[in-house]
């Protein structure tokens, strides 16, 4: 059975940094690409980042670009993202999840999310 | 950017059928997905590639993609199918790209 435990999440005043990880258990870890999607409050899912299962491929939304930086250990099986000069509109739930197989165009397992707050 | 936009709600009694609609330019050019997320959980693969379903998923959802309106289709609605539901395609201006979100109340 597949586990993703994402942990890192917390309060944060703008301009300040975050590091998420997201552990993965029951499936190949080397073998897959990872997103993360996030969640403002009350609202819809967000893509973030991506990276594939070889590093090769790194691609950010425009929200984040430059403040984020994804990355992998596959020794720990764990997805990690730097979040660095936070934005109150940064506050969401983070969800790692696993890319789909080949052209990675869909997210086939989410984790159950980790909370990030951006306030004074 | 690509919009992919759905209706913000929809009520449906036990036992009737729920259709979600996905509008998006040419969006039956494109893979459509359908995620469901239940008040304070992740969010659950449905459909993928318009019409396949994930082993686990009951036979009551379906999805089709004709044109430029994709559609999630679930047959029998029970209570526990009362959630937000998400489409979303991979787009070069994206690229991972979701529909806003429909709340489905089951009466």
């Known amino acids: 059975q597949v586990q993703m435990e994402e942990s890192g999440g917390g309060v944060a005043q703008p301009g300040g940094s975050l590091r998420l990880s997201c552990v993965v258990s029951g499936l190949s870890f080397s073998s897959h690409g990872f997103h993360w999607v996030r969640q403002a409050p009350g609202k819809g899912l967000e893509w973030v980042t991506f990276?594939?299962?070889?590093?090769?491929?790194?691609y950010y939304a425009d929200s984040v670009k430059g403040r984020f930086t994804v990355s992998r250990d596959t020794s720990r099986s764990t997805l990690f993202l730097q979040m660095n000069s936070l934005r109150p509109g940064d506050t969401s739930m983070y969800y790692c999840a696993v890319a789909s197989p080949g052209l990675a165009d869909y997210f086939l397992l989410w984790g159950r999310g980790t909370l990030v707050s951006v306030s004074s | 950017s690509y919009v992919l936009t759905q209706p913000p709600s929809l009520s449906v009694a036990p036992g009737k059928t729920a259709t979600i609609t996905c509008e998006g330019n040419n969006v039956g050019s494109k893979s459509v997905h359908w995620y469901q997320q239940k008040p304070g959980q992740a969010p659950v693969l449905v459909i993928y590639?318009?019409?396949d379903r994930p082993s686990g998923i009951p036979e009551r959802f379906s999805g089709s993609n004709p044109g430029n309106t994709a559609t999630l289709t679930i047959s029998s609605v029970e209570a526990g199918d009362e959630a937000d539901y998400y489409c979303q395609v991979w787009d070069v201006s994206g690229p991972w790209v979701f529909g806003g979100g429909t709340k489905m109340t089951v009466l």
């Open positions: 990276i594939s299962s070889d590093e090769s491929r790194i």
């Open positions: 590639n318009d019409i």
